[in-house]
């Protein structure tokens, strides 16, 4: 969880994005010049991220430069949360050649031992250029994707985030309310909180908005970033309110 304002954590995630666009356009590139004589032929890609419908603009965006700048020769079909596999199985998933890609956060993956760390780490730094610094030049990098080698996958880079906001039902004005209340929160925010002593219930995305009551009553509150949480097509304000 990093501690950068809204606005310097959208830049650091544009930037992010783009090197991860270079990146897949590198690859996409070695496989249309490995097929030699079959330039023509096209590559049609599965990719499934975590978030649900209303959260693909990005990833759309992204897959269809890919698209325009291979000439129509390769194609990522998105998938959402849950659509071909539970979001804790996309490693897996990627792993075995179900999907080509995926986008998941480390949390999901039980398999991972150092999922709560990559999903987030409290008060490691105070702005997006120190996680950037921290991330590029002081070997974090190089540590996560080692890691997801040795799970069978190639890692093409991280998601950022905004800092969290919490969700709720009704006002909390102290740590004790927040005690009688069931949270869902992920990784190593959810670590901390439970040593606060705070119930925390770890949910995919996409189950987020199916959690809270009057639907179901598997989480009163939620925390995720602003990013997450603000379009109005994911509806959480009116079932938090």
């Known amino acids: 969880m990093t501690t950068t304002s809204t606005r310097d ?4 995630e544009f930037a992010m994005f783009t090197s991860l666009f270079r990146k897949c356009l590198l690859t996409c590139a070695a496989l249309l010049l490995a097929a030699g004589n079959a330039a023509a032929a096209e590559y049609s890609l599965k990719l499934q991220t975590y978030y649900p419908p209303t959260m693909t603009y990005g990833l759309k965006n992204f897959c269809d430069s890919i698209k ?3 000439n129509g020769r390769v194609e990522i079909q998105i998938f959402t949360g849950g659509e071909l596999v539970a979001s804790g199985n996309i490693l897996k998933s990627v792993k075995t050649g179900m999907i080509d890609m995926g986008q998941g956060m480390g949390h999901h993956f039980t398999e991972m031992k150092i999922g709560t760390l990559e999903s987030g780490l409290p008060m490691s730094w105070m702005s997006a250029l120190e996680a950037q610094i921290i991330y590029e030049h002081r070997g974090l990098r190089e540590i996560i994707a080692k890691e997801y080698e040795k ?15 919490l969700l709720t039902k009704k006002p909390v004005k102290s740590l ?22 705070v119930s925390c ?40 309110t």
């Open 9 to 12: 954590a959208r830049h650091l």
């Open 68 to 70: 325009e700048m291979s």
């Open 151 to 165: 799970a069978g996958v190639v890692y093409l880079g991280p998601t950022r985030a905004a800092p969290y906001h």
């Open 176 to 197: 004790d309310e927040l005690r009688k209340m069931k949270i869902r929160a992920v990784g190593a925010a959810a670590k901390m909180l439970t040593k606060l002593g």
């Open 201 to 240: 219930v770890n949910l995919p995305t996409e189950d987020i908005y199916m959690a809270f009551p009057p639907v179901r009553w598997t989480a009163s509150c939620t925390a995720t970033p602003p990013t997450t949480s603000r379009p109005s097509s994911m509806k959480w304000r009116a079932i938090s």
